[in-house]
C-alpha cells in the first residue's frame, strides 16, 4: 500500500476537512519527519485534534495512525538517498548515547520482530528448504552479507545450496536458467529494495519454484511474490539500515534446520573437523 500512499493522499485532497487538509499537506511536504512523530505531535504540529489524525489515516484505508505510519515509514526507508537517510536519523539520535541508543533500537527491533512474525511461514519455509531439490539464495548490497551467511552454513548441511552472486542483471538470470518447480529461491532485500533481487523473485517464481522471502514488511516489493514471507524490522541507523533482526531471523532458519538435519549434520560436521585439523585451518594455541 505504501507505493502510492503520497499520490493517494494528493488525489483525495478535496475530499478532506480543513484539519485534514492540513496533515495531508504536512505529509506530502515533510513525510521523512511524519513518518516518525507521534499522532500527538502530529496533531499538536498542524493544529488540529489527535482524534482527527487517527480518523485521517482511518479514511486513508489503514487500521489506525500505527498502520499508517508504518507504511510511511516503509515508503520514506525506500524514497530517501543516503544522506538524507543520515539527517533524518540523526534527528532522531540528537545528543544521545549514540552505543546505548543504537543497541537499545536492535533490541527493541528483535522484539517486534518476534510480534510481527509468522510462525506458521517459518515453519512452512523450513519444510519447502528440507525437501527442496535445490536451494537458491540471492541477495545484494548490504543485504549480500546477511545472504552468504545463510550460504556459509546451508551449505555444511545440504549439498544442493546455489547461492547467485553477480554484477549484472544478465549474470544473475544465466545463473537462474536451470531453476524449476521442486526448487526453492531464498530471496533476502531490506530498503533500499534491489530490483535484481526483485527481478529474481519474479523469474523464479514464473518459473514454479518457491519463493521464500527475507524482507521488512508486507509493504516489501517482495511480499506479493513470496509464499512463505518472513519479516524483521530494519529500521534507519544513520545511512545504513540495521539488520540485527534479520540475522536473527536466518539464525533461527539455520538452528531448526540443524535439529531436522541431525544425523546427516553429525557426520558432515566430523569430517570437516577433520579436514580442518588436517590442514591446520584453525589457530590451536590459544584454545
Known amino acids: 500500500m505504501n507505493s502510492d500512499l503520497l499520490k493517494r493522499i494528493e488525489e483525495r485532497m478535496p475530499t478532506f476537512s480543513k484539519g485534514q487538509k492540513r496533515i495531508a499537506t504536512f505529509i506530502l511536504e515533510q513525510y521523512e519527519k511524519a513518518a516518525y512523530i507521534t499522532a500527538s505531535k502530529l496533531s499538536e504540529i498542524v493544529g488540529v485534534s489527535e482524534s482527527t489524525v487517527v480518523r485521517f489515516a482511518i479514511e486513508l484505508g489503514f487500521d489506525g495512525y500505527p498502520d499508517f505510519q508504518s507504511s ?102 544465466e545463473q537462474l536458467l536451470e531453476i524449476h518447480p521442486g526448487d526453492v529461491m531464498i530471496a533476502v532485500s531490506f530498503p533500499r529494495y534491489s530490483k535484481r533481487v526483485i527481478n529474481a523473485a519474479e523469474y523464479a517464481k514464473t518459473k514454479g519454484a518457491n519463493v521464500i522471502a527475507l524482507t521488512d514488511s508486507t509493504h516489501s516489493p517482495l511480499s506479493p511474490l513470496a509464499d512463505q514471507l518472513l519479516t524483521a524490522q530494519s529500521d534507519m541507523a544513520s545511512f545504513v539500515d540495521s539488520l540485527v533482526a534479520p540475522m536473527s531471523i536466518i539464525n533461527a532458519m539455520i538452528v531448526a534446520l540443524s535439529q531436522r538435519k541431525q544425523t546427516e549434520l553429525d557426520r558432515r560436521l566430523r569430517e570437516l573437523e577433520d579436514i580442518w585439523d588436517r590442514y591446520d585451518v584453525y589457530d590451536k594455541k590459544n584454545t
Do not use: C, H, P, W
Request: hydrophobic fraction near 45%.
Open 72 to 173: 510511511l515509514q516503509a515508503l520514506m526507508r525506500n524514497r530517501l538517498t543516503s544522506f538524507q537517510r543520515m539527517e533524518v536519523t540523526n534527528q532522531l539520535l540528537g545528543n544521545a548515547n549514540i552505543l546505548e541508543k543504537v543497541l537499545l533500537s536492535d533490541a527493541e527491533r528483535i522484539r517486534k520482530t518476534i510480534e510481527q512474525t509468522n510462525q506458521a511461514f517459518f515453519k512452512e519455509a523450513i519444510e519447502k528448504i528440507i525437501g527442496a531439490d535445490n536451494i537458491y539464495i540471492v541477495g545484494v548490497r548490504s543485504s549480500s552479507y546477511l545472504a552468504g551467511f545463510l550460504n556459509y552454513y546451508l551449505r555444511m548441511i545440504f549439498d544442493r545450496v546455489k547461492f547467485l552472486q553477480s554484477t549484472s542483471g544478465s549474470e544473475l538470470f
